[in-house]
């Protein structure tokens, strides 16, 4: 992603997130004031949710401007992943009003309070519906154009906030019509939703912060486009790490002819990093070249005698990097196999010792390489 685009980005962030404080900070006035003098806990346990989002936005914002910082000699990769840091706190937050909200309601069941709901609360409770309607739809759509992760769960934050504020809606509509106080109960469903929101940002945030497996599709489309350069035949091992959102830095591995000379070689590789760079705006450090045997027929047989035997296996996933070195008499390749084999080294064990038996005149060596990538 180049500097413009980055900067665009940042302020579409900041202003999203503007837009967001301002109009919660109102709501959490209005809603402060019609829960204090309702004694409402519903109401109340709402507005501190409120409050939890403007707090959230104002998070997203530090984070995002640190995370724009440009790389120094501690950070050479830049300071991008602060966003993924300011996401957790935010889910921190959100966990902490939920389990707050919920105590209180407790409280209000054991020892229940006369509230005074009216027309005016009922007003007030559905401008905040259709305000956090509004803005969730807003923030989610701006998350979705720039990537962010944080805007993304403040959107989907907010329409579970329409959702809680509807439920505090129906217990007031009760209350007014059948004098029915359902108000406490209220709170602990409004607390139970904030909590579980606020559980499953931090999932979220968590895995960011860890890593992942990249998307498959971005995966399938940079191997496709490594594909079509000439020479080339066969992409593997792709590793994406991100430093950020839409910041990758990562190696891949091609299969080349042994006919090529080095400068040929150097060539495909610069094209390489260069067309991912400027389609996908993904930095290849570095690429790895796998050799074919091309020259001797008799080698192409024996790769595929020992193709078979290896995906004669269940669970193999791919075999790649062959290579023979008739000189040396060595036979070199990588296997992939899937993690839902419960013993992946005792597989690759029994497959080692079958090649190594059928072809003892080779000194054998297989990798168990990683699945990746798609």
């Given at each position: 992603m180049g500097g413009i685009v980055r900067k665009k980005r940042e302020k579409i962030i900041i202003r999203t997130s503007i837009i967001s404080i301002v109009l919660n900070i109102v709501l959490v006035g209005f809603k402060a004031l019609v829960g204090f003098f309702a004694n409402s806990i519903a109401i109340i346990s709402d507005a501190i949710n409120n409050l939890s989002d403007v707090i959230s936005s104002i998070i997203a914002i530090?984070?995002?401007?640190?995370?724009?910082?440009?790389?120094?000699?501690?950070?050479?990769?830049?300071?991008?992943?602060?966003?993924?840091?300011?996401?957790?706190?935010?889910?921190?937050?959100?966990?902490?009003?939920?389990?707050?909200?919920?105590?209180?309601?407790?409280?209000?069941?054991?020892?229940?309070?006369?509230?005074?709901?009216?027309?005016?609360?009922?007003?007030?409770?559905?401008?905040?519906?259709?305000?956090?309607?509004?803005?969730?739809?807003?923030?989610?759509?701006?998350?979705?154009?720039?990537?962010?992760?944080?805007?993304?769960?403040?959107?989907?934050?907010?329409?579970?906030?329409?959702?809680?504020?509807?439920?505090?809606?129906?217990?007031?509509?009760i209350y007014l019509i059948w004098n029915i106080n359902l108000e406490a109960y209220v709170g602990v469903l409004v607390s139970i939703i904030i909590f579980k929101t606020g559980i499953e940002m931090v999932k979220n945030s968590i895995n960011d912060i860890v890593g992942y497996r990249i998307d498959g599709r971005m995966a399938v489309e940079i191997k496709n486009e490594i594909m079509l350069i000439d020479k080339v035949n066969g992409v593997f091992d792709l590793l994406l790490n991100n430093y950020g959102p839409d910041k990758y830095y990562g190696s891949v591995h091609v299969e080349l002819p042994d006919t090529l000379s080095v400068s040929e070689v150097d060539h495909i590789s610069r094209e390489i990093t260069e067309r991912i760079m400027n389609k996908f705006g993904v930095i290849i450090h570095t690429v790895g070249v796998y050799s074919i045997n091309t020259k001797n027929i008799e080698?192409?047989?024996?790769?595929?005698?020992?193709?078979?035997?290896?995906?004669?296996?269940?669970?193999?996933?791919?075999?790649?990097?062959?290579y023979i070195n008739e000189k040396e008499k060595n036979i070199k390749f990588d296997i992939i196999i899937d993690y839902k084999i419960e013993d992946r080294e005792e597989l690759y064990n029994i497959i080692c010792k079958e090649i190594r038996s059928k072809y003892s005149d080779y000194k054998i060596e297989v990798v168990l390489d990683f699945d990746m990538s798609d």
């Open positions: 530090a984070g995002t401007k640190f995370a724009a910082k440009k790389p120094d000699k501690e950070h050479s990769y830049g300071h991008g992943r602060i966003e993924y840091i300011a996401s957790f706190i935010i889910s921190a937050i959100i966990i902490y009003a939920g389990i707050a909200a919920f105590i209180e309601s407790c409280k209000k069941i054991i020892k229940p309070e006369e509230i005074s709901y009216n027309k005016f609360t009922i007003i007030v409770i559905v401008s905040g519906i259709l305000v956090k309607l509004l803005l969730g739809i807003y923030v989610k759509k701006k998350g979705k154009l720039v990537n962010s992760d944080t805007l993304i769960a403040s959107g989907v934050d907010a329409l579970n906030d329409a959702i809680v504020s509807i439920s505090v809606l129906a217990s007031g509509i080698i192409i047989k024996l790769r595929k005698e020992i193709s078979d035997i290896v995906f004669s296996y269940d669970g193999i996933i791919q075999m790649h990097g062959f």
